[in-house]
């Protein structure tokens, strides 16, 4: 009889252990992140690589007002990380109300940085930037801008849902601190990320 199965007798149904000395949600979540990084990666060079290869390649971005909200923005996310972290050590340290409060101010600060990109998107839209036109140069651009940016945000709406609910399920006592620390890796991935976009998406195309 096996290790498991003598386990199993009069104790009920026996686990596997983890694999990598890590609980298998955290490893899922690892996971997770690698190949969402491998996605956003791909999707980054593809983006530069079109970038240099056009000669007529846009500069819509104005130092102001353009570039302060995505300093804004920036600051918003970044913000939101450290509110997170703290929800985590609040959760870790059995502090349950402080760990709910700051899990959801960091959905509070998502919130406020999807609302300034959407209206970003909108005052592009206005400009008559689509998926397959813009009024400055190569017609890749918006298509290309709308795309990494859209995927970015998207990630944004789904770690506030994701936080929402593990924040709720936690003061119901349903989620454990170490749920609040998993979704906490995915949202400082997302604020990681945007990291690479700031940079290659807006600097690189500031007005000359």
């Given amino acids: ?9 009069g104790h009920g149904p026996a ?3 983890p694999p990598f000395a890590i609980p298998s949600k955290k490893l899922v979540m690892w996971l997770f992140i690698i190949s969402d990084a491998v996605t956003f990666g ?7 690589y079109l970038r240099n ?3 007529d390649w846009p500069t819509p971005f104005k130092f102001s007002p353009s570039i302060v909200n995505v300093m804004i923005m920036t600051f918003v996310l970044i913000t939101s990380s450290l509110t997170m972290l703290i929800g985590v050590r609040k959760a870790q340290s059995g502090d349950r109300f402080g760990a709910i409060n700051w899990t959801f101010i960091t959905v509070l600060l998502g919130l406020v940085f999807a609302g300034l990109h959407i209206r970003e998107w909108i ?18 651009f918006g298509a290309l801008f709308f795309s990494i940016t859209g995927l970015h945000l998207t990630h944004v709406f789904g770690g506030v849902i994701a936080l929402t609910v593990v924040a709720l399920g936690f003061k119901r006592g349903r989620y454990k601190a170490a749920d609040i620390e998993i979704w906490g890796l995915y949202w400082h991935f997302v604020d990681l990320v945007w990291m690479f976009v700031v940079p290659l998406v807006y600097l690189l195309n500031l007005e000359k």
């Fill in 42 to 48: 791909a999707m980054l060079y593809g983006y530069g």
């Fill in 53 to 55: 290869a056009s000669s």
């Fill in 15 to 17: 686990y596997e252990a």
């Fill in 123 to 140: 005052g592009l839209i206005h400009e008559g930037v689509t998926l397959s036109a813009n009024p400055w140069g190569s017609k890749q």
């Fill in 1 to 9: 009889m096996s290790q498991a199965d003598i386990a199993q007798v």
